[in-house]
């Protein structure tokens, strides 16, 4: 049993989901509807954007050669390499998942850990489009207090993650093997 449980791991969780959502719909449960109609939109969402995004990922790895990443936002980039980083991120849009593939080909090519990390922080929250959103609900204040708060602290988490991993055997794989970090 043990054997079976952690050779099928992978679909267990799928396989209790069909069942739940099932028996949902057919007890009327609404909790379990909701989530399924969330589970239907998020996935309609992401079968669009993912080949699009492979797309305009895969047109960057062969146009942009790897030694202009490393001169501009690679280790001795400094805050001009910084600033790169966060104005890539700002000008993206779309769900966070689609800055893992930007960060993994950045990281591919040369890019400094800490501007991987600023990247992934300023994607999280420094978009243009979510900007524009959230300076039409919350205001121009609140969104330049928000973002003079959250900049420096991912400037940070950057600097803090370079330290953290420097002079550790660190790599980051393709997604279909496990990220390893070696003392």
Known sequence: MKGFLKEHRNYIWVTAYVILTILSLILGFNP??????????????????VPFLFVI??????????????????????????????LLAM???????????VAF???????????IFIYLGAF?????????????YLGVR????????SLPLFIGIGYLMERCLKGRHFEVLDGSKKMEVQR
């Open 32 to 49: 379990g509807r909701a989530v399924f109609t969330n589970f239907t939109q998020s996935f309609v969402e992401m079968i669009t954007f």
């Open 57 to 86: 990922v895969g047109l960057f790895d062969v146009w942009v050669p790897k030694e202009k990443i490393q001169k501009h936002i690679g280790q001795k980039s400094g805050i001009k390499g910084m600033m790169l980083v966060v």
């Open 91 to 101: 000008l993206q849009a779309g769900p966070l998942y689609g800055a893992f593939p």
């Open 105 to 115: 080909l950045l990281y591919r090519k040369g890019a400094s850990i800490r501007n």
């Open 124 to 136: 999280s929250s420094m978009k243009i489009p979510m900007l524009g959103i959230e300076i039409g």
């Open 142 to 149: 609140f969104s330049l207090a928000r973002t003079l708060v």
